[in-house]
């Protein structure tokens, strides 16, 4: 698992050893493309259960409604979608002579959604991707327990408001699903003129259904009287997110209400293929217990993390971790900054041809993690661990290891992927 936040050095690893050992794909292609050929015709935007090519999911019915709708049968040969058009409720603002623009949609989910991102010269560009997606209905793509929510909104002392559970919530249980409320192209910022680029996010939030719902949110500038609330919101509560090929900061408004730790509880995972993203429990959390997620990357010493979420997030770190005994705290960034280190020096031994070493590298990264509770990505280091195995032609231990990491994914309630390590497990039980 890639996260977006947090993990590029991981993501590095597993991609690298994804080319050494091309019998596994665990890390796919995150960000579906919009291949043209296959994309929704503009005029059927609005209601059609069809999806684009890249984009079909197994249980939605391949174009049941355009089909029966008798209005084209023939959707594998239609146009792609006109890009200012399509989904959205209003002619896109425009910052002129940019190219950059606000759409917003007032139906997706129930609540709308805008995008600030430059006008496309392409039909493959990142609008039409979102544009096709707004449009589609989607199944909701987890199932939540049923009954109320386990947590709810509550004022938390010295922070604001966050997010505490109301009942125990169970490792691996994914328990809270949001969807983008607005999407802003990373580079937009750079490429206007500050007032101009202030002006499409006030637009993008106050053409929302209900613009409060964003704009309610958490604030952190220091100068909240010369600070536009639009651009402090987006500033203080954005995920970095990809979609097709670009960086956008996405808000998702009930997940922004979670407060950060440096050893969370729980984290998140955006899917692009349907603007969502969910929050999975990666151990027991316990009833009254406050939800956190890590704003910043897990291998941070608190040196680089505390000064980063004060500048980027106007809060001085009380996290347990960070209120602990200087003793302890110095143990964890001994911990943090040798994980760091670790991954890289895997990588070299991969790229020497050494698995015996990189293999102990790995179990010596695999042991720190454990000690410092970091478990979120305990099966993807188990993955590795096996393919560290493949590659060195050891099926025996790597089929243990692809084990490991199957069991551990259960447990942390990850599915993606999993039938493709279970198909290697199986494959590897016939080579024995
Ligand atoms: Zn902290």
């Known amino acids: 698992m890639c996260f977006s936040k947090s993990s590029a050095p991981l993501c590095a690893l597993l991609q690298l050893l994804l080319v050494t050992s091309s019998t596994i794909s665990r890390v796919s292609a995150a960000t579906p493309q919009d291949d043209g050929d296959n994309a929704i015709p503009q005029k059927h935007l609005q209601w059609t259960g069809c999806l684009p090519g890249p984009l079909v999911h197994a249980s939605i019915p391949t174009c049941v409604t355009l089909a029966a709708s008798g209005l084209d049968r023939d959707h594998d040969k239609l146009l792609p979608p006109a890009d200012t058009a399509g989904p959205w409720a209003y002619a896109p603002f425009c910052a002129d002579p940019t190219p950059y623009c606000a759409f917003t949609s007032t139906a997706f989910q129930s609540r709308g959604v805008s995008v600030i991102t430059a006008k496309p010269s392409n039909s493959t560009s990142a609008l039409s991707l979102i544009a096709s997606i707004v449009s589609s209905r989607f199944p909701p793509p987890i199932r939540l327990p049923s009954g109320n929510p386990p947590y709810e909104v509550r004022e938390i002392k010295n922070k604001g408001l966050g997010v505490v559970a109301t009942r125990k919530i169970p490792r691996g249980s994914k328990f809270m699903l949001d969807y983008a409320m607005v999407l802003a192209d990373m580079e937009m910022p750079s490429k206007l ?4 680029g202030r002006e499409l996010v006030r637009r993008a939030m106050d053409r929302l259904p209900d613009p409060e719902k964003v704009l309610g949110l958490a604030r952190s500038s220091l100068t909240p009287d010369k600070t536009p609330a639009a651009e402090d919101v987006l500033r203080t509560n954005a995920f970095e997110v990809e979609l097709g090929g670009k960086r956008f900061m996405g808000l998702f408004p009930d997940i922004a209400r979670i ?15 349907d603007l969502s993203n969910t929050v ?21 010493p608190s040196s680089d993390r505390r000064p980063r979420l004060e500048a980027q997030w106007g809060f001085k770190c009380t996290c347990d971790l960070c209120s602990s005994p200087a003793s302890e705290l110095a143990a964890s960034d001994a911990r943090r900054r040798k994980i760091d280190q670790v991954g890289p020096r895997v990588l070299r031994a991969v790229d020497k041809g050494d698995f015996e070493a990189a293999i102990r590298l790995n179990r010596d990264l695999i042991d720190t993690i454990r000690e410092e509770g970091m478990m979120p990505h305990m099966g993807d280091y ?17 089929r243990t290891w692809f084990n490991r990491a199957l069991g551990e994914y259960k447990a942390a309630g990850v599915t993606e992927g999993v039938e493709k390590l279970e198909g290697v497990i199986r494959q590897l039980s016939g080579a024995n």
Do not use: V
């Not at 407060?259 to 293929?273: E, I, V």
């Open 193 to 196: 003129r500050m007032a101009q």
């Open 280 to 300: 999975t429990a990666f151990r027991d959390i316990l009833p009254g217990e406050e939800i956190t997620i890590s704003y910043t990357a897990y291998n941070l």
């Open 382 to 398: 188990y993955e590795i661990m096996g393919r560290l195995y493949l590659a060195w032609a050891k099926t025996r231990e790597a």
């Open 259 to 273: 407060n950060h730790a440096c050893k969370p509880s729980a984290m998140t995972k955006f899917n692009a293929t």
